[in-house]
T-cell receptor, first 114, second 111 residues
Framework: ETGVTQTPRHLVMGMTNKKSLKCEQH?????MYWYKQSAKKPLELMFV???????ENNSVPSRFSPECPNSSHLFLHLHTLQPEDSALYLC?????????????FGQGTRLTVV | GENVEQHPSTLSVQEGDSAVIKCTYS??????FPWYKQELGKRPQLIID???NVGEKKDQRIAVTLNKTAKHFSLHITETQPEDSAVYFC??????????WGAGTKLIIKP
């Protein structure tokens, strides 16, 4: 167990649904991330939160809405998704202290948009 | 913009042979270079990393080399075993301490 937990593990949703992905880390880290992993593509960084403040938003469509209520929890709210949004969504955390450090990943949520 | 190129996309080697995966990066400010292994259906996990003040690092059968002048770094796995079969990702840090990822290499170990 790496200390980063994601729920649900699998999610099937229609294009008009609203759902949320949850991530929790028990490592005491101050930074949390959402990544999208599609087949045969690099990991795509979506959002970064450092000390609960969003520091990066890599041109992600507004149908993805992140929320970070505290340094241990991260959510990704989904609405009006498209079939091309189907992918594995990975949460990660790290300790940012002026040096790049190891990112610890959750097991991911396999999302299918129908 | 910043990018990391990783080659090959698929690598098939005989069990017991060595495997080498190569990455190049564009940001001269990069100073941290981790390698992650992702087994089928599992999360990516760090297997080895190197910082820019070091040219080589080794951990049992795994080694990483870094050439800052040429902006490339490589993962070397010796005496490959079936459990080495996975997708391997390289990454390089940027000036915001974020990681820029390669596209991954699927390593297949043939028995």
């Amino acid at each position: 167990e790496t200390g980063v937990t994601q729920t649900p593990r699998h999610l099937v949703m229609g294009m008009t649904n609203k759902k949320s992905l949850k991530c929790e880390q028990h490592l005491g880290h101050n930074a949390m991330y959402w990544y999208k992993q599609s087949a045969k593509k690099p990991l795509e960084l979506m959002f970064v939160y450092n000390f609960k403040e969003q520091t990066e938003n890599n041109s992600v469509p507004s149908r993805f809405s992140p929320e970070c209520p505290n340094s241990s929890h991260l959510f990704l709210h989904l609405h009006t998704l498209q079939p091309e949004d189907s992918a594995l969504y990975l949460c990660a955390s790290s300790q940012q202290n002026g040096l790049s450090t190891e990112a610890f990943f959750g097991q991911g949520t396999r999302l299918t948009v129908v | 913009g910043e990018n990391v190129e990783q080659h090959p996309s698929t690598l098939s080697v005989q069990e017991g042979d060595s495997a080498v995966i190569k990455c190049t990066y564009s940001d001269s400010a990069s100073n941290y270079f981790p390698w992650y292994k992702q087994e089928l259906g599992k999360r990516p996990q760090l297997i080895i990393d190197i910082r820019s003040n070091v040219g080589e690092k080794k951990d049992q059968r795994i080694a990483v080399t870094l050439n800052k002048t040429a902006k490339h770094f490589s993962l070397h796995i010796t005496e490959t075993q079936p459990e080495d079969s996975a997708v391997y990702f390289c990454a390089a840090s940027n000036s915001n301490y974020q990681l820029i990822w390669g596209a991954g290499t699927k390593l297949i170990i043939k028995p």
